[in-house]
């Protein structure tokens, strides 16, 4: 099983009531207790971050830019001690994505014009909802605005985006942190799981509170995956927005975003924003039905003013089948103490609520084993690096393949080492010989690392050796020991 540590909705600020070591100390409390109980939640090997890291500031409050820096300089060290107490300091298992709080108000607000009524489009409503409008309405003054500054604009993620850079500065990732990607990628699972962070925060800012994926990132992260030569036995998507809600409410995503995913194979989906914990499966129905498992996570940290009537601040913990076709949600509460234990109410009345999705299939409707797919490609890319003499590229292709006993991808490693004179690769490669001509290469390369005892115990532990052979391995020890005195 592996555990994914969900937290969303920081709105970190010195305001705040809960300071960053309270919250730490809550969060390892709970783990001490949730290790015990059944069904058992494992130790998280990735924490996942669904935004509104910060609560921003609102247009035109004095010292608004101090503040700000000052919030993400909160969360920043939030993060990093997430990292440290969770993820012995390994950054590249926590993903983040952007909030609507996370834009700053004030830098939209500055990039934008008023727009005079005698200059006001004929259907201003329809002016509003075109793709990628410039206009903007605010109802507290009755007023049309427009985008007049693009770069400006663009900018109101800049403090996000400076923390984002900052963090992941010098940390190994599936694909460079890029800021106008529209997305972020994350290798989980020893290579097994993608995470997919999508910012659902395009064209959000201090009028337009609707979220949405910039268009077309989606499809150029599918594209993205399938141009990878690794696949992945589960594909997750991470956003911050909500995809549904009361109809006078209009900060919500477009749920045939949602759809999209599912349909592009994404199996599992994780957000926020809504303040409240749920665990949902979302179904499109193509050639045959295909599903993604969907959960959102209440807010960690949250005020009284944000928080739902009735709901405590919440994470949760998304613990994954080993199969990697369905998870476990289960919902963290916060209550006596500023503790957090196991929400057993509604959906989650035993602790947890079940999600379950399609897995990926191939042409013709059999489940795909990404793991057998990968070490086959691998072994291609190896067999002819092979033949064309690269031996260095043939070593990298079968580096992350399986070398079960008997395999042929072993075999084939073996070679690869040998002929690159790989000793310490070919050593570990061959582990427990199989047959004389393997624990003569083992001699062979525990002698060329100096290690005479592993050889000398390597061959008296060889019962199938014809005497000459085991005479010229001992000889070659003896040679090698005396030209190292």
Known sequence: MFTILHI?????????????????????????????????????????????????????????????????????????????????GDRSKLIIVPGNHDVCWNTSFAA???????????????????????????????????????????????????????FYEGVSLAAGIDRNRGYQLFELLDRSIIVAAFDSIHRNDCFSYSGAIPRGAIARCNLHLRDRPHRYGLRIAVWHHSFQGPPQREDYMEAGQVREMVGLGFQLGIHGHQHVAEATTQYIYLNETQSMGVASAGSLCAGARELPRGVNRQYNLIVIDDTLRSARVHVREMTDGEQFSGKRNGAF?????????????????????????????????????????????????????????????????????RRAEDWKSLSDAIGSPENVEETVLLITALVNRDQFEGAVSTLDEATDLDPATRQALRDKIAVKQAMRR
């Open 349 to 417: 009345l035993q602790g947890f609520s079940e999600l379950t999705w399609q897995a990926a299939t191939d042409v013709a409707g059999r489940p795909i084993d990404a793991a057998e797919t990968n070490d086959r490609a691998c072994v291609i890319r190896a067999e002819e690096a092979l033949r064309a003499g690269r031996l260095r590229d043939a070593i990298e292709s079968l580096r992350d393949v399986k070398l079960t006993p008997g395999s042929y991808q072993r075999k084939l490693a073996i070679d690869a080492f």
């Open 8 to 88: 969303s909705d920081l709105h970190r600020s010195r305001e705040e009531p809960v300071d960053n070591d309270s919250l730490i100390a809550a969060l390892l409390g709970d783990g001490d207790r949730y290790l015990g109980e059944m069904p058992p939640v494992p130790r998280p090997g990735a924490i996942v971050v669904s935004g509104d890291l910060v609560q921003g500031v609102p247009i035109g409050a004095n010292g608004w830019q101090d503040s700000m820096r000052d919030q993400y300089r909160v969360v920043a060290a939030f993060l990093e001690q997430l990292a440290i107490r969770f993820l012995e």
């Open 112 to 166: 934008m014009e008023r727009v005079p009524e005698d200059q006001w489009p004929t259907d201003v409503r329809r002016a509003l909802v075109e793709p990628d409008s410039n206009y903007r309405w605010s109802w507290r003054e009755r007023a049309l605005y427009r985008v007049h500054d693009h770069n400006a604009y663009a900018m109101r993620m800049g403090f996000y985006w400076d923390l984002v850079e900052n």
